[in-house]
């Protein structure tokens, strides 16, 4: 089963609200990875996570990855429209060998 | 530079039949996997190849084949297609698997429909 679980699977917000989602695994992750699909589109990989409690920020987006390895979560500021898409964390769980797995995503969408 | 090419874009198979999704990058990268798809259940993988010549199974293998002759092509096989297997498939590559940057890059999909 899947071992990288992700919530909430959907949010609606109205522009300018902030988001958060979050990301828990059952097994310490090497390394945390958030990705971003657009409707109709591919992953794009955003950022790479590696060591504990580690924090980046990119513009209005903030990653944290949690102190054990285990969780992490992406902020978005005052969201805009064009921040519409599913947000994906990926990690390899530490019994899972090379298998980098996903989380179930979660949605976003933004009422202007 | 082309990145991960997925072809085709679009396919629609009857009950049974067979075919090979392709799927070639440029990057030069070791690390190459297929998922899958589907509404509310994230990305699944199925197989994934390490480098030329080794294959594994992800999380959900059955049905599916792949092969690794060259470090550029990892298509993936459908034996007996069946409607369950009605999804959107995408293929990525990654430069390494382990410590260091990983980051996957990923091919446009193929959305295949089995009636």
């Given at each position: 089963?899947q ?7 959907y949010?609606?917000v ?11 695994s059952s097994?310490t ?9 657009r409707?109709g ?13 580690e ?7 903030t990653?944290?990855?949690?102190e054990?390895?285990k969780?992490?979560?992406?902020h ?6 064009t921040d519409v898409?599913?947000?994906?964390c990926?990690?390899r769980?530490?019994?899972?060998g ?11 969408m933004?009422?202007? | 530079?082309?990145g ?5 874009k ?7 039949q067979?075919?090979?999704l ?6 030069n990268h070791e690390?190459?996997s297929w998922?899958?798809q ?13 480098g030329?010549g080794?294959?594994?199974q ?10 690794r002759?060259t470090t550029?092509?990892f298509?993936?096989?459908?034996l007996s ?8 498939y995408?293929c ?13 890059f ?7 429909t089995v009636?």
């Amino acid at each position: 089963g899947q071992q990288v679980m992700q919530i909430p699977q959907y949010q609606h917000v109205q522009e300018g609200e902030d988001f958060t989602t979050y990301c828990n695994s059952s097994t310490t992750l090497s390394n945390i990875q958030w990705y971003k699909q657009r409707p109709g589109g591919h992953p794009v990989f955003l950022i790479q996570l590696v060591k504990s409690g580690e924090v980046k920020k990119q513009k209005r987006l903030t990653f944290q990855f949690g102190e054990a390895k285990k969780n992490s979560s992406l902020h978005i500021t005052a969201t805009q429209t064009t921040d519409v898409g599913t947000y994906f964390c990926a990690g390899r769980p530490g019994n899972a060998g090379n298998m980098l797995t996903f989380g179930g995503g979660t949605r976003l969408m933004v009422k202007p | 530079n082309a990145g991960v090419t997925q072809t085709p874009k679009f396919q629609v198979l009857k009950t049974g039949q067979s075919m090979t999704l392709q799927c070639a990058q440029d990057m030069n990268h070791e690390y190459m996997s297929w998922y899958r798809q589907d509404p509310g259940m994230g990305l699944r993988l199925i197989h994934y190849s390490v480098g030329a010549g080794i294959t594994d199974q992800g999380e959900v293998p059955n049905g599916y084949n792949v092969s690794r002759s060259t470090t550029e092509d990892f298509p993936l096989r459908l034996l007996s297609a069946a409607p369950s297997q009605t999804s959107v498939y995408f293929c990525a590559s990654s430069y390494t698997w382990g410590i260091g940057n990983t980051e996957a890059f990923f091919g446009q999909g193929t959305r295949l429909t089995v009636v």
